[in-house]
């Protein structure tokens, strides 16, 4: 349930969290710098999620800088486990977008996957060859 419900959260965050920057053309406003990413950390974890402890690998091979670090922070405060980050292109996966792939069933874990983030499970790839119980995800 707390997956699916997509409710909106409202929270006071400190103004260390936040820079003053300026547009070229004078416009002032202020954006999120490393701080909001540490606050955050672990204020919205799943407790299923937690309990599951899985162990994920992020491949970000879409090409674009900074989209792994992005997802990893992300699924960190969900309660998730990222042990490994990296943008190996050699590893050619089949579908597009987010993907997965583990042997082992992380039920909730999978449902945000899917549900909240968008990420279809595939088949584990050939070049997997150990039998770990690492879930890996790609984006590409």
């Known amino acids: 349930d707390a997956v699916k419900s ?5 929270m006071t965050v400190p103004g260390s969290v936040f820079d003053s920057v300026t547009d070229p053309d004078g416009k002032e406003f202020k954006e999120f710098n490393q ?8 204020k919205f974890v799943i407790e299923p999620i937690l309990d599951e402890n899985a162990d994920v690998s992020i491949n ?18 969900a309660g998730m486990h990222v042990i490994e980050l990296k943008a190996d292109a050699e590893e050619s996966v089949e579908g597009r977008g987010c993907v997965y792939s583990t042997d082992r069933r992380y039920e909730m874990t999978e449902k945000v996957l899917r549900e909240q983030v968008g990420c279809t499970k595939i088949a584990q790839p050939e070049f997997v060859v150990d039998k770990d119980e690492k879930m890996r995800i790609w984006i590409k």
């Open 6 to 10: 997509k409710k909106v959260l409202e």
């Open 35 to 42: 701080t909001m990413s540490l606050w955050t950390k672990n």
């Open 60 to 77: 970000n091979v879409s090409g674009i800088p900074g989209l792994g670090s992005i997802l990893a922070n992300q699924l960190e405060s």
